[in-house]
């Protein structure tokens, strides 16, 4: 008995087949590793490279594995260059989805948990996000998570299938030395990348109706996403009634200046961000609250800011 966690070789991925490891739980990971690093899947664990559209492949890694449930981490997930390859964007986040639902259900496997994303809610006007925000995506990636949720609470009718999603902002932090974030679009990245080639990070836009003028976010550590996946899968191994979305979000949120100050404070770097104009339909301040997470997936922030920003920066300076 094991769980598949499909895009387990990335950077989230990698933290939630660790955390399945830590409470003892075998564990299977697909990948095809168009974003993700084989090197970052511990050893002694069971890795197929393959694309989850590959329907023969899933069902294959399924029963051979004797797998249980699913832990769906797999996707293309960059927001802005959704806009310009929409189709793309379907074929892997929804397509796949659909194919990985139609492998599950032919292996007889009945319990998924989803990795949503905030970006189902677009750019609320409201102080905290919650579950029952209304949800108004403004890019194929935030439409093609949402489509994804509809089609788990679909499959549900159809079949019973044990499901929930679980939807969230900012990723940040390391729970590993050896487990960084590769995006080229994330903010730490960006930062660090920018201090390591001695150049200057840059803030777009710092007249913003907020504390110090700039936006402010939730900045979550990766880790403790990681614990709440894992928590998710053990309700529904178990059979627990869960509800069907949760926001991992931090309740208050923190400002990009603050983490910048942060970032030079750890990095001993010292630097003044150069101030960019604002990136167009930013909002001022986006902030969920994890209430609900709390109460059913031992959902909490275990980090501080400048706990999240040393272990990213360790890890990648690592890397280097």
């Not at 990948?31 to 989850?52: N, Q």
């Not at 997930?77 to 964007?89: F, N």
């Not at 102080?127 to 949800?135: A, C, I, Q, S």
């Not at 840059?202 to 550590?221: A, Q, W």
């Amino acid at each position: 008995m094991a769980w598949l966690v499909t895009g387990g070789a990335g950077y989230i991925g990698a933290h939630v087949v660790r955390a399945f490891q830590s409470e003892g739980i075998d564990v299977v990971v697909l990948d095809s590793l168009a974003s993700g690093h084989s090197s970052f899947v511990p050893e002694g664990v069971p890795f197929v490279r393959g694309s989850i559209l590959d329907r023969e492949l899933v069902e294959k890694t399924l029963v051979d594995h004797a797998v249980t449930g699913v832990v769906h981490v797999a996707g293309f997930k960059y927001a802005g260059v959704s806009v310009q390859k929409p189709l793309h964007t379907y074929e892997q986040n929804v397509t796949g989805t659909a194919v990985l639902l139609e492998a599950m259900q032919a292996s007889g496997i009945d319990k998924i948990v989803f990795s949503s994303s905030a970006a189902v809610y677009g750019t609320p006007d409201v102080d905290l996000v919650t579950e029952d925000t209304p949800k108004s995506p403004q890019s194929p990636y935030g439409e093609s998570k949402l489509i994804g949720e509809w089609i788990l609470r679909d499959q549900e009718t159809a079949t019973g299938l044990a499901h929930t999603s679980l939807r969230y902002f900012n990723v940040v932090g390391s729970g590993y030395d050896d487990v960084y974030d590769t995006s080229p679009h994330n903010l730490f990245p960006l930062v660090f990348d920018a201090l390591l080639a001695d150049e200057t990070p840059r803030i777009n836009g710092n007249d913003y109706p907020t504390p110090d003028g700039t936006c402010v976010r939730d900045y979550i550590h990766v880790a403790d996403l990681a614990l709440s996946h894992v928590a998710a899968a053990k309700r529904l191994e178990a059979g627990d009634r869960i509800e069907p979305v949760y926001n991992l979000g931090s309740g208050d949120g923190v400002s990009v200046g603050e983490i910048m100050r942060t970032v030079a404070d750890v990095t001993e770097i010292a630097f003044t961000p150069v101030i960019a104009p604002r990136r167009p339909g930013d909002p001022a301040r986006i902030v969920a609250s994890g209430e609900r997470a709390a109460r059913d997936l031992d959902w909490k922030m275990r980090h501080s800011l400048a706990e999240m920003v040393s272990s990213a920066w360790d890890a990648r300076r690592r890397a280097q």
